[in-house]
């Protein structure tokens, strides 16, 4: 029984290791790594209410913005919707069947998660979409809400670090969603948060769908 617990053991760090070595792989692949100590990716999101500018951040959520960069190049997001839109919440796209049910990565498999301690669920923040632990594809959200019922003396006492208390507090967020879903970006501009907030008002309907299409026009990636 032991012995068999090892050997799984084992074969969840190759399979970790895999996943990271095959990362390094595609991005180098795709020529957005600068031989810099840092390097920055930005990836602007254009839609028909406006374009979205975000900061992908590779260092820390390397798998993610892998899977992220490689299929915004290859077209895979073109002509999608924003099928999950909710105000005061988030903006959710990347799914080729528009029912929240689809969706793969560049792995061939779901791929697991990638928790910072550097990293949160702020207004702005660029997550992954799951079904729980370890079941990343192509689907992705913006978190958008603006207003937080909680203090930031409240969340800190909830463990939360101060300084990112304070940005949840006055800049809102989804902290619940911390450690659940993993973060691999963050807006970058004001023009940027004014166009989510456009998609976020939009008429939805059932299952939170817009009544009328969102359409993601194409993602082009910009490396630095």
Excluded at 93 to 106: A, K, L, Q, R
Excluded at 116 to 140: D, K, V
Excluded at 175 to 203: C, M, W
Aim: proline content about 4%.
């Amino acid at each position: 029984m032991q012995l068999k617990q090892i050997r799984k053991g084992e074969e969840c760090m190759i399979r970790k290791v895999s996943l990271l070595m095959l990362s390094f792989l595609m991005i180098m692949m795709a020529g957005v790594i600068s031989y810099s100590r840092e390097y920055k990716m930005k990836v602007k999101i254009m839609t028909e209410k406006g374009d979205i500018n975000i900061n992908l951040l590779p260092e820390k959520s390397p798998v993610t913005v892998a899977n992220f960069v490689n299929l915004a190049k290859k077209g895979y997001y073109d002509g999608l919707k924003f099928h999950r839109v909710i105000d005061n919440f988030m903006a959710q796209g990347g799914d080729p069947t528009g029912t929240g049910m689809g969706g793969e990565s560049i792995y061939g498999e779901r791929f697991e998660d990638e928790f910072s301690p550097e990293l949160y669920n702020i207004r702005g923040a660029l997550s992954m979409a799951n079904a729980g632990p370890n079941t990343n594809g192509s689907q992705f959200f913006i978190v958008q809400n603006s207003n937080l019922p909680y203090s930031a003396k409240e969340l800190s006492r909830g463990g939360w670090p101060e300084p990112i208390a304070e940005i949840y507090a006055n800049k809102g967020g989804t902290p619940h969603l911390d450690r659940r879903h993993t973060v691999f970006g963050q807006l970058l501009d004001e023009q940027s948060y004014q166009v989510l907030d456009k998609i976020a008002q939009v008429e939805t309907g059932a299952m939170d769908r817009p009544v009328e299409d969102v359409v993601i026009e194409t993602i082009e990636v910009e490396d630095e």
